[in-house]
């Protein structure tokens, strides 16, 4: 499943690890629980969504909005991985790297995000 990154990708894989490193370190300083949950994932070194989701809720239930950050980061992650990042999704389009530049960890494109939001 690994394959050869390009710049980009190194360089926002980079940038992904380092966010997910922070919002860990921040989330482990919040309270105690978190910090149980917060080593349990900085244990690993693979990231695998569907085994730590059960942590993500946890961690959903007590800190919605970095646990949302968190979760788009590694899934970000894994899509570096699958070599699909910077692919929207839902409709299949490129993301322009502007919008991967200020938001790493975006994964939809910005018509389809509004589209969701929209439909919230
Ligand atoms: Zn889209």
């Known amino acids: 499943m690994q394959k050869e990154l390009t710049p980009f990708e190194e360089e926002m894989q980079e940038i992904l690890l380092k966010k997910r490193q922070d919002i860990l370190e921040k989330l482990a300083k919040s309270n105690e629980d978190f910090q149980a949950l917060a080593s349990q994932m900085g244990a690993k070194d693979s990231i695998d969504m569907s085994v730590e989701s059960l942590v993500f809720k946890k961690m959903e239930a007590m ?3 970095e646990a949302s950050v968190l979760r788009s980061v590694d899934y970000a992650i894994i899509r570096i991985r699958e070599g699909r990042y910077g692919i929207c999704p839902k409709c299949g389009c490129r993301i322009p790297e502007e919008r ?11 018509s389809c995000k509004n589209q969701e939001e929209a439909g919230k």
């Open 63 to 65: 800190n919605q909005h």
């Open 100 to 110: 991967l530049r200020a938001i790493p960890y975006a994964v939809l494109c910005i």
